[in-house]
């Protein structure tokens, strides 16, 4: 890859493990109100884009954990000038969101909504396009559409209430006469409808926040009802992911709010779907809100009981494993990421991992006035948040580096060009052209806090680091792409539903004197991501550990009866059970799990009450699946007592099921 000639980082998050597992998320950047549909053997996925340029993009799987890049359904959506950034006014936060992905009789449709406008309906034969657009009659929030085996379509959408109606043949507006409401506002069918026929009955499944975000499920016999409620077919799985600190007002002065008490799993998963694959098993996709780094997408085994699809597996119902069996497949399909981060410029066409901050000015910006350089023109602009021809691409987590290197000698007065973090607030590292010459500026929009170094020389590396676990970025700048130097405070990331986004990396380059100015040439982007798969280190398969409890210096120790004790930890062998399990054992004895999650030292051969699966929260401690009971090993904080009865990892701790190894 061209990339690679220049020397630049290629290793990019994945959540397939390589031994037959996946660890969510499945993208470890935003991937906002998911839709995924199967044709044939392949699986198709949308989602939000707001108002980044191009958006609703399409990628494919065969797997439901390796995706690839397809195409975009939209190169652009104009729709006045706050799409182009003009007159003052923008679309941050609205744009394309909520996408309905369906196919039907042969032609790939997606229904989108979009602020202050109809919903959109795009359609295609084949989904690397070409896409039409078409304006519905009217909106409809957060919409499903569905169609029924009689050859009628129907949409769902709305808040709480939701209402049904059936579609025109030519799927722009409803038929007269067919609108009817489907719940009570109490009902707790939230947002965020997800329609299907399954076996003869129809299921809507939703989100819902009510202590918490949670995934309702509706269904009845007949499309127009009435519909019967289950409140929760996934509840409270947010992977021991605690939130953070929220903007709480979208310009200066900034305030902010939270973090929330862990016990309300603010982050949990919410609004998807599910799909069967061609070997018949079935899958749950959602978003969960995953801190600045923005929605995560994540994929969770399904159990059906009593007629309900439940994310999660049996004995732990709604609860969804952060690294499980990877779906059945015909043949196996190799590792593959959608996106290529790092740029050299030297493709003749953006990367398609790359979108404009609202609508470019084509003539503004260039990959071939030098070739090799990404070329940006300076646009008048007050600030960073509404300078034209910002080019983006999502942060990625958990840490990612992104190292810019600029030449700036044809900057002209006022103009600033450089690489930002967008977001609200947002933060900047730029090199700004003044009478006196150049200087590298730090700006931080939260404490409204410039740092200003003069440069040498026209050639600067720019670079963020940024740690979306502890929600803090570090700029610093090199003059020789060796030292690099910091500049200025720690940055904070903070999460915020005013974009809908989360951080987004940007290349940018603007005038403050209210004229054009000079251009910026862009040799490169780096992004190093240090952590790429869903562990942060490789378990131990045959090695001796104790496993200490998280914030104690007591742990699992083996005593020299069948009991278990909390207390000075013991040595345990790792003995690889395969798929990512283990078992631990102790001498001749096993870590063993009884049906109700008793936890005992017992001799003899392994078997599924011995096996665990090796499981890291976010944050990379490590938590213990029993393939007894599905919950998950804990010592008690307060009682001492050992069982392998939690739902999941709290956030906060307070059941004592993370744990630290050490040899």
Known sequence: MASASKGLSTATWTPDNGDGTFTNPLFYDEFSDPDLIRVGDWFYLTGTTMHAMPGLPILRSKDLVNWEFVAYALDKLDLGPAYRLEDGQNVYGQGIWAPSFRYHDGKFYIFSNVNRQTTQMFTATDPKGPWTRTPMKRGFHDLSVLFDDDGKAYVVWDHQTMHLAQLTDDLTD??????????????????????????????????????????????????????????????????????????????????????????????????????????????????????????????????????????????????????????????????????????????????PLWQWNHVPVDDKWSLSERPGYLRLHALPATTFYDARNTLTQRAIGPMSTPTVLLDASNLKPGDTAGLGLLNLPYATLGVEKRADGLDVVL?????????????????????????????????SYSFDGVTFTPIGDEVE???????????????????????????????????????????????????????????????????GGPSLASGAPTRFEIVDRRLGRVALR?????????????????????????????????????????????????????????RADSPGPMPDDSDGARFIWSE
């Open 493 to 559: 990331l903070f999460y915020q539903t005013f974009t809908f986004q989360g951080v987004r990396y940007g290349l940018f380059n603007y005038n403050t004197t209210g004229a054009e100015g000079g251009f910026a040439d862009f040799d490169s982007i780096d992004v190093h991501q240090p952590h790429t798969h869903g562990l942060m280190r490789p378990i131990p398969y045959g090695r001796s550990i104790r496993l200490t409890s998280f914030h104690a210096t007591t742990g699992l120790a083996a005593g």
């Open 586 to 642: 102790s001498g001749g004895r096993y870590v063993t799990v009884g049906e109700d999650g008793a936890v005992t030292l017992v001799a003899g051969r392994s078997g599924t009450a011995q096996n665990f699966q090796w499981i890291e929260t976010p944050t990379g401690e490590l938590v213990l699946m029993s393939l007894a009971t599905n919950r998950f090993l804990r010592i008690d904080p307060k009682t001492g007592d050992i």
């Open 174 to 351: 409803i038929v007269p006469g067919t609108e009817r409401v489907l719940f009570a506002k109490d009902a707790g069918m939230g947002e965020g409808a997800h329609f299907y026929k399954i076996d003869g009955k129809y299921y809507i499944i939703s989100a819902n926040y009510s202590g918490g975000f949670r995934m309702p499920a509706a269904r009845a016999d007949h499309v127009l009802g009435p519909y019967e409620v289950n409140q929760a077919i996934s509840l409270h799985e947010d992977f021991g992911m605690a939130s953070s600190k929220r903007t709480g007002a979208p310009k200066p002065p900034f305030t902010f709010w939270g973090p929330t008490p862990a016990a309300k799993h603010d982050l949990a998963l919410h609004q998807g779907g599910v799909v069967q694959t061609p070997a018949g098993e079935w899958w749950g996709f959602s978003m969960m809100d995953f801190n600045s780094v923005g929605r995560l997408l994540g994929l969770s085994p399904i159990t059906w009981k009593d007629g309900w699809p439940y994310f999660g597996l049996p004995g732990n119902l709604t609860r969804t494993p952060r690294t499980w069996v990877k779906p059945k497949t015909a043949t196996p399909q190799p590792v593959r990421a959608p996106f290529r981060r790092s740029d050299d410029f030297s493709a003749p066409k953006l990367q």
């Open 443 to 475: 700006y931080d929009q939260h404490p409204d806090k410039t740092v200003r170094v003069k440069m040498t020389g026209t050639r600067v590396w720019l670079r963020a680091d940024c740690d979306f676990l502890t929600e803090r970025a570090r700029f």
